[in-house]
């Protein structure tokens, strides 16, 4: 597979670098470690790196994509039973003995060589003895069983259900089960996993972490040079470093980037623009999605994330900003939630007290975009 590939990757030879988080990855999957977290922004390659671990152990794994729930504001304990009886089926095909486990579960029937659940309510199927069904089948088979999170902070939106305290007994009791969560949104997921929280039922439990950064920017030009070469393409090195200097060492626009100009058969600064507005478009739909559910104070959000893009970087800044756009005070309360939030969806980071917009694509698409995203949420 091309480096310059959309898609993610899932071999070792098809991934650039990496090769520190993959071994930590490897090894802890390899262990059958019951907690791993896989942290990082978006499109930094968590889920090729977690396919490219799998493929290297060659442990059974089923891996749930939370993706799925982005847009929903809410999601029901059914929603998620429907994407894992799928999972299940898509498992028992190459692990059909699977089925002899758990065709004793409550509420699953077997049906030809699949399973169905009969309901998908929490009284009458119930997680905990899916995992433990699971996990007999992986001692029978003397193997550890994979079971992973795909961006796991979506599980935050679950209402009306919990699965935290079965991971907790899967993690005390099941030891053949390896729980791995990714997620873009470092605090989110350890909002939702709670395992700082002394109230959580994850609390306390040690776990195996593997963070992906953009790479740097050295790191950046070599991931273009040698993803133009596989197509016998030496461009200039200047329009490279100017794709850096817009695109950051983000691996997934880096790659957009040199898909596009590949399709497009031309490598220059205008192709970069290019991707620069077609990436701007995907960031702001994800910046809706997080806005959406929180339309209230839409307006507040968007005006603190303009007023960061434009520099005003510091608490003190950002308030006087809010004020002068709100013609009131604003509290400091309202002011440390709101930050609080955009952190935590990993949307702003903070060094040395200061605020910056995490991804460089979307301060740009803010900077130029978002007066049409104030009218759609208005
Ligand atoms: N180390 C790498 N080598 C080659 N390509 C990579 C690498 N990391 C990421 N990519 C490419 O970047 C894009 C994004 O990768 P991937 O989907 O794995 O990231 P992600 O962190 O899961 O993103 P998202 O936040 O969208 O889920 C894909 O096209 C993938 O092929
Ligand atoms: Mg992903």
Redesign the pocket.
């Known amino acids: 597979m091309p480096?310059f590939?959309?898609?993610?990757?899932a071999r070792r030879e098809?991934?650039?670098?990496?090769e520190r988080e993959l071994e930590t990855l490897i090894n802890a999957v390899e262990k059958c470690e019951p907690l791993i977290l896989l942290l990082?922004p978006?499109?930094?390659?968590?889920?090729?790196?977690l396919q490219v671990a799998l493929n290297e152990c060659r442990v059974p794994n089923i891996v749930l994509d939370c993706?799925v729930f982005e847009e929903r504001i809410h999601i029901r304990y059914a929603d998620l039973m429907k994407v894992l009886e799928k999972k299940l089926n898509e498992f028992a095909k190459p692990f059909n003995r699977v089925l002899e486990f758990l065709r004793r579960v409550r509420g699953i029937r077997i049906l030809g060589s699949g399973i169905e659940f009969e309901t998908y309510s929490v009284r009458n199927v119930s997680l905990t003895e899916i995992f433990e069904a699971l996990s007999r089948w992986a001692e029978d088979e003397g193997r550890c069983l994979v079971i992973a999170f795909d961006?796991a902070q979506e599980l935050s939106k679950l209402r009306g259900a919990t699965i935290l305290p079965t991971i907790a007994y899967a993690y005390d009791y099941l030891r053949n089960l390896s729980f791995v969560f990714?997620g873009?949104m470092m605090g989110l997921l350890y909002r939702f996993l709670k395992l700082d929280d002394p109230r959580s039922p994850l609390y306390g439990r040690g776990f195996v972490e593997v963070r992906?950064a953009p790479f740097p920017r050295e790191q950046a030009v070599d991931?273009l040079i040698k993803g133009f070469r596989e197509h016998g393409v030496e461009p200039p090195i200047e329009v490279l470093e100017y794709a850096v200097d817009r695109l950051d060492g983000v691996?997934?626009w880096l790659?957009l980037f040199g898909y596009t100009a590949l399709n497009r058969g031309r490598i220059d600064r205008e192709i970069v623009d290019e991707v620069l507005e077609i990436a701007s478009g995907m960031v702001l739909e994800e910046l809706k999605h997080f806005l959406e559910p929180r339309y209230q104070a839409a307006k507040r959000y968007l005006a603190i994330l303009r007023a960061v893009a434009q520099g005003f970087d510091t608490w003190s800044k950002i308030k006087k900003f809010l004020e002068v756009e709100e013609g009131s005070k604003v509290s400091d309360s309202d002011l440390y939630l709101l930050l609080k939030n955009l952190l935590d969806a990993s949307i702003l980071r903070k060094e040395d007290n200061e605020y910056r917009i995490a991804d460089p694509v979307l301060a740009y698409a803010i900077l130029r975009k978002t007066i049409r995203l104030d009218k759609e949420l208005s």
């Open positions: 480096l590939d959309p898609g993610p990757k098809d991934l650039y670098d990496r990082g978006r499109r930094c390659g968590k889920t090729s790196l993706r961006e990714t873009s992906l991931f691996p997934g790659t």
